[in-house]
């Protein structure tokens, strides 16, 4: 009997989707990101469009202002706190561990609050990359940069970040590459509005434009 083909198994059933919306946001001003305008819309609904249709059930984890993101998804979550760090200081890692834990799927796909995301949906394939590849974790490769919290993780890889996160290691990047996370190429650059200028003149010239 032929083997089944194991990208064939994937489907958006299988997947939760995590929008990471707790963080300090210390090149914001220390604003909540995710609530910030982009084009008269909070950014974190340009997140929620984006990763809605791509999943079976959708959370976002956020330390502040929960009852305003359950405007998107009644399943709001803050970090964790047994780890005795203190809400949002913990990275996205923390984040997503935190998720981890809610998700009763095989995978999850994340993605940051603060992102506009692409123009295409990419979960469906990037989990097809992973399962072909054996591999826990995915990641978004654009042409200018690699997108660590653009992926998907197998939810069994929990005890890792668990263990990561005791000691001290925050680092998305190093997990992934620990676990020998595979890159999924993709052709177009992500907008990621970290830093309120940025946001700001974006903003202004969508005003310019409209007058």
Known sequence: MQAPDRAAIVHKSVVTGIILAGGQGQRM??????????????????AVEQLRPQVDRLMIIANQAQDQYRVWTETVYADDPSMG?????????????????????????????DSLGSSQPWVADM?????LANKPVAFLDTPAQQEYLHCVIRTDLMSELQQALKQG???VQALWRQVAAVPFPWPENLLN???????????DKIATNVK
């Open 29 to 46: 001003g220390g604003c909540n990101k995710g609530l910030l305008n982009y084009n008269a819309r909070p950014l974190v609904s340009y």
């Open 85 to 113: 760090v203190a809400p949002g200081a913990g990275g996205p890692l923390l984040g997503i561990w935190t998720a981890l834990q809610h998700t009763n799927t095989p995978w999850a796909a994340v993605m940051p609050c």
């Open 169 to 171: 290691r925050m680092s």
């Open 127 to 131: 989990l097809k990359t992973a399962t």
């Open 193 to 203: 509005l970290n830093f309120s200028r940025q946001l700001s003149v974006l903003n």
